[in-house]
């Protein structure tokens, strides 16, 4: 198969598809989080929590593991990551639409806490930092067991302050399994920023009071998070243990659809953070190594535009959960 070089700025070797597969991730990814904005506005999704802007962080990152043998926790932003994991856009709308056929959680969980058990993603809860804890216990058992795989999850900056972040990361470093924690910092714990969330530049400093390695990585740039998170992969399978990753990256809508991120942040500095956008970037550098024209990108949004209209459409003509199902994977045994 062909090669795509990237030169001088990564020095990584890229199968031609597997980079238009990267490119192709993130763009359905904002295109479905567009089209779920829209259904929540009509009243059709209760709530929506938005990845757009970091998209490229979460399609390497899910690229750079092997989901026969990986397992990924998510957070709540991940669509990009779970999609790229194996989720399909429909799976994806059953759960934001609440539809009994979801495999998240049988339309029980709010929406955006993505979990798919055969494809090897870990169902999230509400509470902030657990899918931590929750990774840490599936790469100690892999390595209990001799299993040749890893276990990566994600959070955002603002967890990282979370009693559980601190607790599983030391266990994780003190037993050294194979894990990677992957920070998402788009510099705001929803209406917080970074400045006056914790007293440090960098979350990925505080790797060094673990004992283990905290590596900075540009968001915007899928390329060189996809090679840190394949460094960090081969290392946890080396039985060198746990890595601490910090992608720098954006959030370019409001917290979730229930916040109005005008109180805390201009427009005029969310203009200036799109100029950071990983999906015009990726094209680009695309369209500058001959990988892609106005051809392909047109094919692609036809294919896209068609993929989120049979999503929306599938949802929408699944059954809702049946009443009497209300207390099941509630109780261990139905109420008296």
Request: hydrophobic share 40%.
């Amino acid at each position: 198969m062909a090669k795509a070089k990237k030169k001088g700025l990564h020095g990584l070797d890229l199968d031609v598809e597997q980079i238009r597969t990267m490119y192709y991730y993130m763009v359905l990814s904002r295109e479905l989080d567009k089209r779920i904005w829209i259904l929540n506005r009509q009243g059709k999704s209760a709530f929506v929590i938005s990845g757009q802007g970091q998209e490229g962080v979460q399609v390497a990152a899910a690229m750079a593991l092997h989901p026969e043998t990986d397992w990924i926790a998510p957070y709540y932003r991940d669509m990009a990551m779970v999609m790229a994991f194996g989720m399909t856009p429909r799976e994806v709308m059953l759960g934001q639409m609440g539809r009994a056929a979801d495999p998240s959680s049988g339309g029980r969980q709010m929406p955006a806490h993505y979990g798919h058990q055969p494809k090897h993603i870990l169902t999230g809860s509400s509470p902030v930092a657990t899918q931590v804890v929750h990774a840490v216990g599936i790469a100690w058992s892999m390595k209990l067991q001799g299993q040749a795989g890893v276990a990566l999850t994600s959070l955002g900056e603002g967890s990282t302050n979370q009693g559980e972040f601190h607790e599983a990361l030391n266990f994780a470093a003190v037993h050294k399994v194979p894990l990677i924690v992957l920070v998402e910092n788009n510099g705001y714990a929803i209406s917080v920023p970074q400045e006056k969330e914790m007293a440090i530049q960098d979350v990925a400093v505080r790797a060094q009071g673990y004992g283990i390695p905290g590596v900075v990585v540009k968001g915007s740039d899928p390329l060189e998070v996809y090679q840190v998170i394949r460094e960090a992969r081969s290392r946890a399978l080396r039985g060198e243990g746990t890595t601490l990753v910090e992608a720098k990256t954006h959030r370019f809508t409001a917290h979730s659809s229930d916040d109005d991120d005008r109180s805390y942040r201009s427009r005029e500095h969310l203009e200036e953070e799109k100029k950071d956008d990983p999906i015009p970037r990726m094209r680009e550098w695309m369209e500058s190594e001959k990988l892609w024209d106005k051809d392909a990108e047109d094919a692609l949004m036809k294919r896209i535009k068609h993929e989120v209209d049979d999503a929306t459409e599938f949802a929408e003509a699944s059954p809702l959960p049946a009443a009497e199902t209300i207390y099941d994977h509630v109780y261990g045994s139905s109420p008296a």
